[in-house]
């Protein structure tokens, strides 16, 4: 069977033009993808049943038992902790935030580790954001600051920049330009029309460099900030401004190098002083595919769009306190359910060392790092492929994602629904 306009559940981009062959409850060929979707479409390390630690080694479990396993877990717990959701649909993470108020749980999504940062700045001076399909129709300026996109979102360039003729820009490759700014040289700064080589943390004082050109102030720039030229920042600043409609796109080499959020306020900052000359927007590049989804329905539900903790009766929210590496670097969740992500692979190992000390259940569909860790794992359907479900692009856009053939695994969402029916029977309304 071929099935056409297809969506791929890989990265922020969820590309919606992929033509997947599929023969029975196996995905046999992946048109229009990168490599990564390619490897997600096509990757067969599944775990078939759920399985549970006993001593040093593992014993498969029914999904009832592992279901209740799990239920009695978050019940004994006095401060249980519910991460990840990145990696699942809109409505599965919905269950968990109703789940975390119910058992009066911290609930934390993987924006702890990326775009936490960003949606700090935000919150403070605003996001002069625009959809993927206005950069792709206007924009004749790109900046991408601290992002690589040729191997972290492979076809943003073709499907919305650099290669994608727009309706007001027709000869993309030609008419566009690109300006890369990061510490290193990486496969995006070498098709750059202007490279800004930063030291590492000086992403803030580049930021501010450009943002007092903007203002007129060129001459009180000395000759270098931050391995950074005076002339470039200028020749930078005036491409800028001289933009017809331009975008900067920033990745974790922004949010997470010295400065975090700080560096993202000086960004949008200087997003808003360009717009004194030309149009011009700013946006995070979301690296899951559903990170954004997790941020929005959390955000509906309790307020906040992570680290929130219920534990009050309310939802609270501070980040440094109740953000998930200090909860568990305090080693204060007495349990953890890990959903559609991979903590192992990411956290720091004083973080991973109490994940494998107290009961840690994972749900998702493969053996990833945090398997390692866990007490027990629930294998699920992967959203996009045997399962279907809405997720938010990069840019903040809802777009249904597709069931592409029925599989024996059930979705995320049914685990967590029974999960929170137990959970409720035990609790009360
Ligand atoms: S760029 Fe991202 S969403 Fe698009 S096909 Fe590649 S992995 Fe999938």
């Known amino acids: 069977m071929r099935i056409e306009d297809v969506i791929c559940p890989f990265c922020g981009c969820l590309c919606d033009d992929l033509v997947v062959e599929v023969q029975g409850t196996t995905v046999v060929s992946v048109e229009n993808g990168c490599t990564l979707a390619h490897e997600k479409f096509t990757g067969d390390n599944r775990l078939q049943a759920p399985i549970k630690r006993d001593g040093r080694t593992w014993h498969p479990v029914s999904y009832d038992e592992a279901i209740e396993t799990t239920a009695q877990i978050l019940l004994e717990a006095d401060r249980p902790l519910l991460y990840g959701w990145s990696g699942t649909n809109g409505e599965a993470q919905?269950?968990?935030?109703?789940?975390?108020?119910?058992?009066?749980?911290?609930?934390?999504?993987?924006?702890?580790?990326?775009?936490?940062?960003?949606i700090m700045a935000i919150q403070e001076v605003g996001h002069p954001g625009c959809t993927l399909g206005q950069v792709k129709n206007r924009a004749d300026v790109i900046v991408y600051w601290g992002a690589?996109?040729?191997?972290?979102?492979?076809?943003?360039?073709?499907?919305?920049?650099?290669?994608?003729?727009?309706?007001?820009?027709k000869g993309a490759f030609l008419e566009r330009k690109v300006i890369v700014a990061d510490v290193r040289e990486t496969e995006t700064s070498n098709i750059a029309d202007e490279f800004m080589h930063i030291e590492p943390g000086g992403d803030y004082a580049v930021l501010s460099a450009l943002r007092a050109i903007v203002r007129g102030k060129a001459d009180i720039i000395p000759s270098y900030v931050s391995g950074v030229a005076r002339e470039q920042l200028v020749r930078v600043a005036e491409m800028c401004m001289n933009a017809k409609f331009g975008a900067i796109f920033f990745g974790l080499g922004l949010t997470m190098s010295r400065g975090k959020y700080k560096n993202i306020r000086n960004a949008v900052e200087l997003t808003e002083e360009l717009n004194r000359f030309t149009k011009f927007t700013i946006s995070p590049m979301r690296g899951h595919w559903n990170v954004y989804g997790s941020n929005e329905v959390f955000t509906w539900i309790s307020g906040y769009p992570f680290a929130v903790d219920f534990a009050r009766g309310i939802a609270f929210y501070n980040p440094g306190e109740t953000t998930s590496i200090d909860i568990l670097?305090?080693?204060?969740?007495?349990?953890?359910?890990?959903?559609?992500?991979?903590?192992?692979?990411?956290?720091?190992?004083?973080?991973?060392?109490?994940l494998a000390e107290i009961p840690t259940i994972l749900i998702?569909?493969?053996?990833?790092?945090?398997?390692?860790?866990?007490?027990?794992?629930?294998?699920?359907?992967?959203?996009g492929i045997d399962s279907e479900g809405t997720a938010y692009r990069m840019d903040g856009v809802p777009i249904r994602t597709r069931m592409l053939y029925k599989s024996r695994y059930p979705s995320d969402r049914e685990i967590l629904e029974k999960i929170y029916q137990i959970v409720l029977k035990e609790k009360g309304p």
Do not use: W
């Open 94 to 118: 919905s269950i968990g935030v109703h789940l975390a108020e119910l058992l009066g749980a911290v609930i934390d999504n993987t924006s702890t580790v990326c775009h936490g940062p960003s």
């Open 148 to 169: 690589n996109p040729i191997e972290a979102h492979p076809r943003h360039m073709s499907r919305y920049t650099t290669y994608a003729d727009g309706f007001f820009v």
């Open 329 to 354: 670097r305090r080693g204060e969740c007495d349990a953890c359910l890990v959903v559609a992500s991979d903590p192992g692979a990411h956290f720091p190992k004083q973080c991973c060392r109490h």
């Open 364 to 383: 998702d569909p493969h053996v990833n790092v945090t398997t390692h860790l866990s007490h027990l794992q629930i294998p699920v359907a992967v959203t």
